[in-house]
């Protein structure tokens, strides 16, 4: 059987904006080591990059072998939508550019880390506005290694 699991800072109890990836790794492991009927976890957010990568391989590939990473990609222009659309009808210009910044930060940050993380993990990319049907299919073939 298969489950679902969150690298998500509050899903793991967690407040610190930087959360070490042993840390995010440790509570993983505890998840999937009290789910002994599943075999098989969609983790959502985790790994992020080659270091959290290394981590997992270090700290956890005696418990749970990585299949491959789903890198859901979205244009920039869809995101600054998106997220203008979530700071509501009142945000302020000097919001916008925030969130401008923040997505050509995530962008420089992906371009750099996604061809380092291939080094550890097969990555596979699927556009966020693909159709559901798709996107099961390549999560299909990742857990089916």
């Not at 610190?16 to 998840?31: I, K």
């Not at 920039?76 to 203008?84: G, H, N, V, Y």
């Not at 880390?113 to 966020?128: I, Q």
């Amino acid at each position: 059987t298969s489950g679902a699991l969150s690298a998500d800072k509050a899903a793991l109890g967690v407040s610190s904006a930087s959360v070490p990836p042993e840390d995010v790794v440790d509570e993983l492991r505890r998840a999937i080591e009290t789910n002994q009927s599943q075999t098989k976890f969609v983790v959502e957010g985790f790994p992020l990059d080659k270091t959290s990568a290394a981590c997992w391989s270090a700290l956890a590939d005696d418990v749970a072998t990585v299949l491959g990473v789903i890198l859901m990609e979205c244009p920039e222009a869809t995101m600054e939508r998106r997220l203008l659309r979530e700071a509501g009808p009142l945000h302020t210009a000097r919001t916008a550019v925030k969130i401008k910044q923040r997505i050509k930060t995530w962008t420089a940050q992906v371009a750099r880390e996604v061809p380092t993380l291939a080094e550890v993990f097969p990555v596979r990319s699927v556009f966020l506005d693909t159709p559901s049907d798709v996107v099961a299919s390549e999560l299909a073939a990742v857990l089916r290694g």
